[in-house]
């Protein structure tokens, strides 16, 4: 009953910036911990970003220093701000909501992607 609606992603050159965005709604109860995801050609589904509920956040190695995430906690909504792009961050992205029932399990809910190209 949960849907996360991903927007934001297209076409762009290297060093260029894009902004993906991601909305809860539903039947969803709480958003503990909100991220993105991608997949690129030949590659298995990395974790891209994540921010808990309260604002901590980590990232892939290699998206640091050029994105950032970021979410509000009333629209139920998380950003994904990509500076800098490169080839290399071609992937569909995928936007995820972890909400915890104890320590060592939840329950994962899955966007349906959005593709991010970058090439010249």
């Known amino acids: 009953q949960v849907q996360l609606v991903e927007s934001g992603g297209g076409l762009v050159q290297p060093g260029e910036s894009l902004r993906l965005s991601c909305a809860a709604s539903?039947?969803?109860?709480?958003?503990?911990?909100m991220g993105w995801y991608r997949q690129a050609p030949g590659k298995q589904r990395e974790l891209v970003a994540r921010?808990?509920?309260?604002?901590?956040?980590n990232y892939v190695d290699s998206v640091k220093g050029r994105f950032t995430i970021s979410r509000d906690n009333a629209k139920n909504t998380v950003y994904l701000q990509m500076n800098s792009l490169k080839p290399e961050d071609t992937a569909v992205y995928y936007c995820?909501?972890?909400?915890?029932?104890?320590?060592?399990?939840?329950?994962?809910?899955w966007g349906k992607g959005t593709l991010v190209t970058v090439s010249s």
């Open positions: 995820n909501v972890f909400v915890g029932a104890g320590r060592n399990y939840g329950v994962n809910y």
């Open positions: 539903g039947s969803i109860v709480s958003t503990d911990v």
């Open positions: 921010i808990h509920y309260t604002g901590i956040t």
